[in-house]
């Protein structure tokens, strides 16, 4: 108990400035599969909304791995991973992210990542029921400290078939993610968008272009703008 109500004071501390939340499209939600993929679930509904194409059905991909348990002696199918396991396959595809470790339980991670419109994904114990761990996608951070904090939940749908198979927005207050939040959290960096390249424009210097009948407009101007556009292949 000790320990839970120390956590809510700092969290309290860390309040936000300014509430902001990330919106993720209902398009861009992935809900969880079989043998709990709820991190990989969150990562790819971040890569959707952030149109990461990389990102774009890996929960999909991730089902299709299995893994030799000696135990069993067979290969097994086996989605669950923690922050440490995204981080690892980001590195691979290159996208740049912010990573803390269970047990840290600073929350400036969190509340950095909504204020910027980011969202984190976080590890949660004795979620959904007392045992099970779990991974959600924190969407906003409270600007005082009784606001909610709202985060996607991939295994809380709002139909269980249908267009409706839609993971939901949930809301909890700082006691309840004090007493779940494990101190893991990710943050995925969106890429920054490539700038378009302008036509690379050339100076031609004319001579004034005089009237030749008497309403001609006289043009006195000595430079024109013209895109410099390569030479057509022989």
Not at 28 to 42: F, K, Q, T
Not at 217 to 227: G, H, R, T, V
């Amino acid at each position: 108990m000790t320990r839970r109500l120390s956590i809510v004071a700092v969290l309290a501390l860390c309040s936000s400035p300014a509430r902001a939340e990330l919106i993720i499209d209902p398009d861009c939600r992935v809900a969880n599969i079989s043998s709990g993929y709820c991190a990989w679930c969150n990562l790819e509904m971040l890569g959707r909304q952030y149109r990461i194409k990389s990102l774009h059905g890996l929960v999909k991909r991730r089902a299709k791995i299995r893994f030799w348990r000696p135990a069993e002696n067979n290969w097994v199918e086996d989605g669950s991973a923690g922050v440490v396991d995204l981080a690892a396959e980001l590195d691979k595809l290159e996208l740049k992210y912010k990573l803390q470790h269970s047990g840290s339980l600073d929350p400036r991670i969190i509340m950095d990542a909504c204020a910027g419109d980011l969202g984190a994904i976080v590890s949660v114990r004795n979620y959904p029921a007392t045992g099970d761990h779990h991974s959600i996608l924190v969407t906003s951070w409270p600007q005082a400290p009784d606001d909610d904090i709202t985060f996607i939940d991939c295994n809380a749908l709002w139909s269980k078939t249908g267009k409706d198979k839609v993971p939901q927005v949930r809301a909890c207050n700082l006691a309840w993610f004090a007493k779940h939040w494990t101190g893991a959290a990710l943050v995925l960096i969106p890429p920054t968008p490539k700038p378009v390249p302008k036509p690379e424009v050339t100076y031609v210097s004319r001579r004034p272009i005089r009237p030749t009948q008497p309403d001609y407009p006289f043009k006195d101007a000595s430079i024109e703008y013209q895109p410099k556009v390569a030479p057509a292949a022989r």
